[in-house]
């Protein structure tokens, strides 16, 4: 699977390490902050971007690995084909978060 992480903290490090291990794709990583992203892109050889309106177009699955504070800000910029499969981390944000918003969550 072709993968974008949108988050670039633990849980994000986390789940691109399985991805590659798992023979996965990570395609690119969507970050809040420059060094980060650009640490966890590096370390599973893919771009990344601070900016929403790049986001890779091409994943077969986006995982959202951010702070629950951030979620329903974020949501409103993020563009994400129809086709793609959206998955949440958060433990505290009911995935209704998603209705009317992605197609397959």
Same mark, same amino acid.
Do not use: W
């Given at each position: 699977m072709?993968?974008?992480?949108?988050?670039s903290?633990?849980?994000?490090?986390?789940?691109?390490?399985?991805?590659?291990?798992?023979?996965n794709?990570?395609q690119?990583?969507?970050g809040?902050s420059?060094?980060?992203?650009?640490?966890?892109?590096?370390m599973l050889?893919?771009?990344y #971007?601070?900016?929403?309106?790049?986001?890779?177009q #091409?994943?077969d699955?986006y995982?959202?690995?951010?702070q629950?504070?951030?979620?329903? #800000?974020?949501?409103?910029?993020?563009?994400?084909?129809?086709s793609a499969i959206?998955v949440? #981390?958060?433990?505290g944000?009911?995935?209704d978060?998603?209705?009317?918003i992605?197609?397959n969550?």
């Amino acid at each position: 699977m072709k993968i974008a992480l949108i988050g670039s903290g633990n849980v994000a490090v986390a789940i691109g390490k399985l991805a590659l291990q798992s023979g996965n794709e990570v395609q690119m990583i969507l970050g809040r902050s420059e060094a980060p992203a650009r640490a966890l892109a590096s370390m599973l050889n893919c771009s990344y #971007t601070l900016d929403p309106n790049h986001l890779v177009q #091409t994943a077969d699955i986006y995982i959202i690995a951010i702070q629950d504070r951030e979620i329903k #800000t974020l949501l409103s910029a993020l563009a994400i084909p129809d086709s793609a499969i959206v998955v949440l #981390t958060a433990g505290g944000v009911s995935i209704d978060v998603f209705k009317n918003i992605f197609k397959n969550y």
